[in-house]
């Protein structure tokens, strides 16, 4: 019988970031508190099925199941995209805007496309083009032309939550700012392992190290989940509302 799986160096760091991002949707489940807890609960619970996907890809021996699991992460991250969006949008104080059915219906059309175009490779190769075995288990994926459109808005899915995000740590609170800086690194991270993939940094052709290294990303979320309670204080700074009070405020938990 055919051995269908192994565990590879890459494999075991990929199942690190895998368990990263478990506890990370765990505790964001828990402490959900309002929109922005809920979307970012979902946004990891996709990241979770993504690096879970990526671990299993990783670990499989044949082509075609390699294959297989790559479709599937990359349903994993790409339904992350809306959620990542949606969270920065109302945790920085604009969930009106994320409430709107037009920015919903773009977001979704973005990410249901992209989904839709990696499924169907199959039948038009434009996305995967070739897949090429490299030392370690590894394959490489050869890119086609319907790549690139799930680059571009993929990113911009990325710098427009790192735009927002950005313009919250620098308005509100101090403790939203702080938790609007975590944020912001945990995304520059994140973009960072990306690149390094896309680029080839690393001299290792096919590992994703963005999947791989993920755990960076989990335990900086981690850190804004238990250093500064980021799912547990609900973004109430709203400047129409805080600029018009002459009394004080003080916002307090259940305890």
Not at 67 to 95: K, Q
Not at 180 to 205: E, G, Q
């Amino acid at each position: 019988t055919l051995t269908m799986f192994t565990i590879t160096p890459i494999v075991i760091s990929s199942f690190i970031s895998m368990m990263m991002f478990l506890i990370v949707t765990m505790i964001a489940w828990r402490r959900r508190n309002g929109a922005s807890g809920y979307y970012f609960a979902i946004m990891a619970a996709c990241q979770t099925f993504w690096t879970a996907m990526v671990t299993l890809g990783y670990a499989a021996i044949p082509i075609s199941l390699k294959v297989f699991f790559a479709t599937l992460d990359a349903w994993g991250y790409m339904s992350a995209n809306p959620f990542m969006l949606l969270f920065a949008l109302s945790f920085t104080g604009y969930e009106h805007i994320a409430q709107k059915k037009w920015v919903k219906a773009v977001a979704a059309f973005s990410a249901i496309s992209n989904i839709l175009l990696v499924t169907t490779n199959s039948w038009h190769g434009s996305y995967w083009k070739n897949f090429t075995p490299q030392a370690d288990n590894v394959v490489l994926f050869e890119h086609g032309p319907a790549f690139v459109y799930t680059v571009i808005t993929g990113y911009a899915f990325t710098l427009s939550v790192l735009v927002i995000s950005s313009v919250g740590a620098f308005r509100g609170s101090n403790i939203m700012k702080r938790q609007a800086r975590w944020v912001v690194a945990a995304l520059l991270t994140l973009i960072f392992l990306n690149v390094a993939y896309h680029t080839d940094a690393a001299r290792m052709p096919g590992v994703d190290w963005s999947a791989a290294t993920s755990s960076l990303f989990g335990l900086i979320l981690l850190w804004a989940l238990y250093g500064d309670k980021l799912l547990d204080i609900s973004p109430i700074a709203r400047n129409k509302l805080i600029n018009n009070l002459s009394d004080g405020m003080i916002a307090l938990d259940l305890k």
